[in-house]
């Protein structure tokens, strides 16, 4: 008998943060809660997430790809911490802590499935969609951390050239990184900082179409993304 | 009545990572388990935290703050969040999640106290002492993972700097972030980076010693750590 009495043990959940680019617009994955009147916010959007299995999930992030899967249809290779939240206010039921999981990941080709307490789920803007004002418990400002830890996670890392095609130009690669970090950047400095890491390489093609052909670019490494060096010396 | 069984939910801790720099060394606050004999991990040393009390702790940061001063007297101004480790070996006693949790503090004039059930509470060197090879649960991987955030975060901070006294030499200042960062750092590259900062303000004096006179800092806003800019340009 463990020294803690049980009547002493807060709810325990994950909830997942899966960020994805789709029509040049930041995503996120949501599930509906289901309409049922004795669970706390009946039909409303919520993150994709619930309660620990003791007897089934190894450990949380075992418990986070389980419930992903089983509400979403997505499966995500990497799961990023976020967090956790916990409070005695933060959901109806009682004294709860959700931990909190994050992955950016290519939307094409993804099944979106409905299922268990999620009876729909689909991908939402960030931008403009006000989404995140009206989702249930404190997913809001759960969702508000986890694009900021994207964000800040993103501009030292390749993962946005894994949401491209194989090869890409250095425009597009721009575009993509735009997209995800929400704003714009300067093309030289961009350009510059991604020749001089040994993130791309060269294809022997160029890109034609309407515009003056452009050189063609791939990852040198698709398997996972690099981490970019972050120095305190100025690149020269 | 919850639709959760209690037996379902696992136990639920905090624990602390809390640094701070010393006899030029980074520092990690550790307490000693208590020897009885149904306690795991007796007498061997661990982060200091413990189990939410459901009716004393209105939420995760609050335990937190609360299991600090207990456990070692140390006042933490800021925490932040680390992330939480959470599987159903960690812990003899039984599935367990624990939210860690980090603050950088000055150590000078910290009364470390002893009481509950850490019989000890002190301040271990990182590097050299192996002490992280020797904690109990997972508090070692816990530890590393503590040590990581930290030197990102610093990296792009003004944080190292409150640990100086209140006037200081670029030299001073340089040191303290070699040391919390674990590296040398190329001399001209920081002066360039901090003086081109809003963060320090030179104070008409010079400090005087066996060297040649050095300009004398001191914070802008000695209130909270200010971030840096984090852009894509390379530096001028």
Redo the contacts between chains.
Sequence with gaps: M???A???????SVDLTIFSVARETLQVLLVRRSGAP?EPFPEVWALPGG????RQ????EHCALRKLREKTGVVAPDLE?????????RDP???S?T?VYLALIAAGGTALAAGGNAADARWWPIEGSRVRERLAFDHGEILKAAIARLR?KV?YTSLPAFLLTPEFTLTELQQMYEVVLGRT??KK??R??MLATDLLEEVPRMKEGRSRPAQLYRLANRRRPVFFA???????
Aim: proline share 6%; hydrophobic share 40%; no cysteine.
């Design positions: 463990s020294p803690i049980v009547f002493d043990r807060p709810l325990t004795e309660f620990v299995d003791l999930d190894a450990d949380l911490k976020v967090g956790s939240w916990g409070s005695a206010v039921r009682g004294w802590v931990t800040n501009e950047l300067e400095a961009f510059t900082r972050r120095t305190f010396s100025p690149r020269d």
